[in-house]
T-cell receptor, first 115, second 113 residues
């Protein structure tokens, strides 16, 4: 079955450490996204990529970095510069960003906790 | 970015009751989406709406794209325990440079008692 796989499901980090969250999709989607979710909040866009080797900052990109070396993969690194990294992180993909009819498919999420 | 006002923030209902929630925006959207998220999981698409006035059903769920293109509502009939979760609306509009932007509401948390 096609879908999006995020790993790890749970991750604990010490302050000052960088961590990388994995996101892999086999839906053959061009566009991929990273969202952050905090309790009682909507989804906030961190980064998105419309095509391999290209990505754009979203609304809250500070303290995060991404890469898009393969169509299937869009890893997110939470750096030590992110002052409040404890959150639930969601990866999504869509057919493309150009179509107004595009819908997103989400992964199951990764919960990051800073100790 | 755009702002979506989703209400209510939370609901406590008895099994069998009907549920209604809505989203409003200050700007026009060309697509409305409704997602459901269960605890510890990612959102799952319930209904997608693409035309003003469109009314679409998915089982016990019905959603409508408002005529003004600035609002949408979701109804759930005869709620059951597995309806528990957080329901998100999302609106899509043209953000320029040939691409579209998706904005999410803050969610309606549904609890069935």
């Amino acid at each position: 079955d096609g879908g999006i796989t995020q790993s790890p499901k749970y991750l604990f980090r010490k302050e000052g450490q960088n961590v990388t969250l994995s996101c892999e999709q086999n839906l053959n989607h061009d566009a991929m996204y990273w969202y952050r979710q905090d309790p009682g909040q909507g989804l906030r866009l961190i980064y998105y990529s419309q095509i391999v080797n290209d990505f754009q900052k979203g609304d809250i990109a500070e303290g995060y970095s991404v890469s898009r070396e393969k169509k299937e993969s869009f890893p997110l690194t939470v750096t030590s510069a992110q002052k409040n990294p404890t959150a639930f992180y969601l990866c999504a993909s869509g057919r493309d960003r150009v179509s107004g009819a595009n819908v997103l498919t989400f992964g199951a999420g990764s919960r990051l906790t800073v100790l | 970015g755009q702002q979506l006002n989703q209400s209510p923030q939370s609901m406590f209902i008895q099994e069998g009751e009907d549920v209604s929630m809505n989203c409003t925006s200050s700007s026009i959207f060309n697509t409305w989406l409704w997602y459901k998220q269960e605890p510890g999981e990612g959102p799952v698409l319930l209904i997608a709406l693409y035309k003003a006035g469109e009314l679409t059903s998915n089982g016990r769920l019905t959603a409508q794209f408002g005529i003004t293109r600035k609002d949408s509502f979701l109804n759930i009939s005869a709620s059951i325990p597995s309806d528990v979760g957080i329901y998100f609306c999302a609106g899509r509009d043209y953000s320029g440079a040939g691409s579209y932007q998706l904005t999410f509401g803050k969610g309606t948390k549904l609890s069935v008692i």
